[in-house]
């Protein structure tokens, strides 16, 4: 009787399973006050987990061994001491993929950026000139690594030594007594870490076009790059990144200067640029001739942002969005710079292409009005996250009686920043959009006057 009761019950594999196939937080929750099994079961499957500001270094010890089978630990506005956490990650046994190890607390970055010498404690010296090296003694498989450093190269050389299987690297540098990296850290740690594929080059004043040449030589996989206020690179350097990158798929730059064009021409039969997907310009000077060539590459964009760019005209980022039309999900045009060309027309002719955006973003566009809002809902069925700020909505007399259509799909609304907007009008918009779930009105003069 009771070997028939034992094959009545389901294995822990079946149930893990089941409760895999669990998509929302709550029922994952309840099924762990059930019982000490289901409770065991849940824990094993739990694969990430965030240490917020309310959670006691007490208690990670703990954490770390209920749930055996992290894979992702991120650390959000954590007030501990990191340096300690970090080395109880180390000596926990687990073998994580991902480390997100960002401090939020002044107080602890001054002890990631203070020199050796300085009248400090022996326990807060050491543990940040070790810890790098014993979570990859003990992590050999940490594919994503982002911390708040401050020792320039000695940063680089720790991490290309400690984790050879990196593949995301994000070092925050913060504090006037942070060292700054230069070629020379970023060229050794590119030699080590050959399966490397993003990295984020924010903020690294002393770094030039010669990185991006190590990079490109050192490593083959390279998908996605970030250079965002990094003043000594040039024109010179990202032409090369984009042309010896055969797999840079996502390209991010923010810096005040000028592209003509990344030396891409038609026909060129050593043209790598064709995985390029996500393409994001902020404060650069480019031109019509820079966005038409990009379909003369035959780059097919998912993704464009333009946000603050200056140079082009409406000549331009036409014929670029018409080439990329079936492939284009998300569009930000506009800024704190206003983009004084774009008008309801424009929008009008490129929305009767653009109908498989999901996202679009419209920032300062002064000119743009109600029916430029209209025709967005009205031609963009898969669109869920739709910015239009800064715009001349409410000053246009439009006739809504005559819409019957709703966009159901719209999820995220920013209406932020406008003038002369009245609740009658808003009514009317959000009519248009009933499913909206997250709704931004932040600098409406209107909400001030009720």
């Known amino acids: 009787m009771e070997k028939e009761e034992e094959r009545k019950e389901l294995l822990d594999d079946c149930w893990e399973m089941i409760f895999g196939r669990l998509q929302h937080k709550s029922d994952k929750e309840s099924i762990t006050l059930v019982c000490k099994r289901f409770l065991s079961i849940t824990n094993s499957l739990r694969v990430s987990i965030k240490l917020s500001d309310y959670t006691p270094i007490s208690i990670l010890p703990r954490l770390l061994q209920r749930f055996s089978n992290l894979k992702k630990i991120q650390f959000c506005n954590f007030r501990g001491d990191l340096n300690e956490a970090v080395v109880a990650i180390a000596q926990s046994g687990l073998d994580l993929e991902e480390l997100f190890a960002l401090s939020n607390n002044q107080s602890q970055r001054l ?9 400090m404690s022996p326990k807060v010296l050491k543990q940040p000139t070790v810890w790098l090296e014993e979570l990859g003694s003990n992590m050999k498989n940490l594919k994503i690594l982002k911390f708040t450093g401050g020792q320039g190269d000695a940063d680089l050389v720790r991490v290309a030594d400690s984790f050879p299987k990196l593949e995301e690297l994000y070092i925050e540098h913060e504090g006037l007594n942070a060292i700054s990296v230069t070629d020379e850290g970023m060229d050794y740690m590119s030699s080590k870490l050959k399966r490397l594929r993003r990295i984020d080059l924010s903020n690294k004043a002393h770094i030039s076009d010669k990185s991006l040449f190590s990079l490109s030589k050192n490593c083959p996989l390279l998908e996605q790059i970030e250079i965002n206020d990094c003043n000594s690179v040039t024109e010179e350097g990202i032409s090369f990144l984009v042309n010896n990158s055969h797999h840079l798929n996502m390209l991010y730059i923010c810096k005040y200067f000028k592209i003509d064009s990344f030396g891409v021409y ?21 031109s019509d001739e820079f966005l038409i060539s990009i379909t003369e590459a035959r780059i097919y964009l998912t993704e464009l942002d333009l946000t603050d760019c200056e140079g082009y005209t409406f000549t331009g980022i036409s014929r670029l969005l018409l ?7 998300s569009l930000e045009l506009g800024g704190f710079r206003e983009l004084e060309f774009l008008i309801n027309e424009h929008i009008e002719y490129l929305l009767s292409f653009l109908q498989n955006l999901t996202s679009i ?5 002064s000119k743009l009005s109600d029916s430029a809002f209209v025709i967005i809902t009205q031609k963009c069925p898969l669109l869920c ?26 999820k995220y609304l920013n209406l932020s920043s406008h003038h002369d907007f009245s609740p009658t009008v808003l009514k009317r918009l959000l009519n248009m959009c009933p499913e909206v779930e997250k709704l931004n009105l932040s600098h409406c003069l209107f909400l001030r006057h009720n």
């Open 111 to 119: 002890v990631w950026l203070e020199e050796l010498g300085s009248n």
């Open 323 to 329: 080439h990329t039309s079936q492939t284009l999900k």
């Open 385 to 410: 996250h739709f910015a239009m700020t800064g715009s001349s909505l409410g000053n246009e007399e439009y006739d809504y009686d005559g819409l019957m259509k709703k966009n159901r799909a719209i």
């Open 266 to 286: 038609k026909g060129s039969t050593n043209n790598f640029l064709t995985n390029l997907q996500s393409l994001k310009l902020q404060n650069v000077d480019i």
């Open 361 to 365: 973003t419209l920032f300062n566009c």
